[in-house]
C-alpha cells in the first residue's frame, strides 16, 4: 500500500511541475486549458492518495467491531460445550442439542473434605486398631447450566448466529474424539470464514486480511476459530487484545 501512496504523491508533484512549465513556455492561448487539466489531474490524484490511506482505517474499525461481537458469541459456544462436556464426558456438533442441554441439564456442586477411618485390612493384619485418611465427597445440591453460564439472559438461544457480517449465516460446529496416548480424547471446533464476517467490505483487504499469521497480533488465518478437530484444546486462534482466548 505505501509504494502505491509514494508513486501518487510523486505523480502529483510531477504535476505540478508540469502546471509551471505549461504556465512558463506553452502560448497564452492554450495555457487555461493544460492547467485546468493538470490541476483536475492532481485533484484526482489526491484523492486517490486520501482514499488508500483512510479506506483501510475504516476498514480496521469495521473489522474490530464485527470481530468483537462474532468473538463475544465463540466464548459462548465454547463454555456450553466445556459444560456439556463436564456433565456428559463429551462434545456435541449440533446446536439444538447443546441449547436443550443449557436449558435442561445441572451441574453438581460438591465439597471434599478429609477424614480418618479404621482401615479393616490393616488392623487385621497387625491386630492394632490402625486408621487411614480418606476424602470423602458431600453432594451439597444441585445447580442448572443456564443459571452457572448465562444467569438471566437468554443469548445462548441465538449464540449459533453469526452476529456480525452476512445476513444469516450460523456458525459451523464439529465435534468427535481424537486418540492420544492410547486415550479417546473429545474435541470441538465451532468457526466461521472471515470472508463471511467482511463479506460486504473491500475485497483486496479481505484478501489481505486472509493471509494474517498466527505471529501478528490479531486473528489468524482465514476464520475466526475456537477448539479444534486437530488438537485437544479450547483457545481461539484471536490475540488476547479481543479478549481471553483460552
Same mark, same amino acid.
Given at each position: 500500500?505505501? *509504494?502505491?501512496? /509514494? ?5 502529483? +508533484? ?29 485533484? %484526482?490524484?489526491?484523492?486517490? @492518495? %486520501? ?7 475504516? %476498514? ?13 458469541? +465463540? ?6 460445550? +466445556?459444560?456439556? &462436556?463436564?456433565? @456428559?464426558?463429551?462434545? *456435541? ?16 456442586? $460438591?465439597?471434599? &473434605?478429609?477424614? @480418618?477411618? &479404621? ?19 458431600? @453432594? /451439597? ?16 438461544? $441465538? ?45 483486496? /483487504? ?26 485437544? *484444546? ?13
Amino acid at each position: 500500500m505505501w *509504494t502505491i501512496i /509514494l508513486i501518487v504523491i510523486a505523480v502529483i +508533484l510531477l504535476t505540478i511541475g508540469l502546471v509551471k512549465l505549461v504556465d512558463k513556455f506553452i502560448p497564452t492561448k492554450f495555457k487555461p486549458i493544460l492547467i485546468i487539466a493538470l490541476w483536475v489531474l492532481i485533484a %484526482f490524484l489526491g484523492y486517490s @492518495t %486520501f482514499k488508500s490511506i483512510y479506506n483501510p482505517i475504516l %476498514f480496521n474499525q469495521e473489522k474490530e467491531k464485527r470481530y468483537t461481537a462474532v468473538i463475544k458469541n +465463540l466464548v459462548d459456544i465454547r463454555n456450553a460445550e +466445556l459444560a456439556h &462436556r463436564q456433565v @456428559t464426558g463429551k462434545f *456435541t456438533d449440533n446446536f439444538d442439542n447443546l441449547v436443550k442441554f443449557i436449558e435442561e441439564a445441572k451441574f453438581t456442586i $460438591t465439597q471434599r &473434605r478429609d477424614s @480418618t477411618v &479404621r482401615d479393616e485390612v490393616a488392623s487385621k493384619q497387625f491386630g492394632v486398631d490402625m486408621t487411614k485418611d480418606i476424602v470423602i465427597t458431600d @453432594t /451439597l445440591g444441585y445447580v442448572t447450566i443456564k443459571d452457572s453460564l448465562f444467569k438471566n439472559s437468554n443469548r445462548y438461544k $441465538t449464540m449459533m448466529n453469526v452476529p456480525a457480517g452476512k445476513p444469516g449465516e450460523k456458525f459451523q460446529l464439529k465435534a468427535g474424539f481424537i486418540e492420544q496416548d492410547d486415550l479417546k480424547i473429545p474435541v470441538f471446533e465451532a468457526s466461521v470464514k472471515k470472508d463471511i464476517v467482511l463479506y460486504d467490505l473491500d475485497k483486496d /483487504l479481505i484478501i489481505q486480511e486472509n493471509q494474517v499469521p498466527s505471529s501478528v497480533v490479531g486473528v489468524a488465518g482465514d476464520a475466526i476459530t475456537v477448539g479444534s478437530m486437530e488438537e485437544s *484444546t479450547t483457545n481461539g486462534n484471536w490475540s488476547k487484545t479481543y479478549g481471553n482466548n483460552e
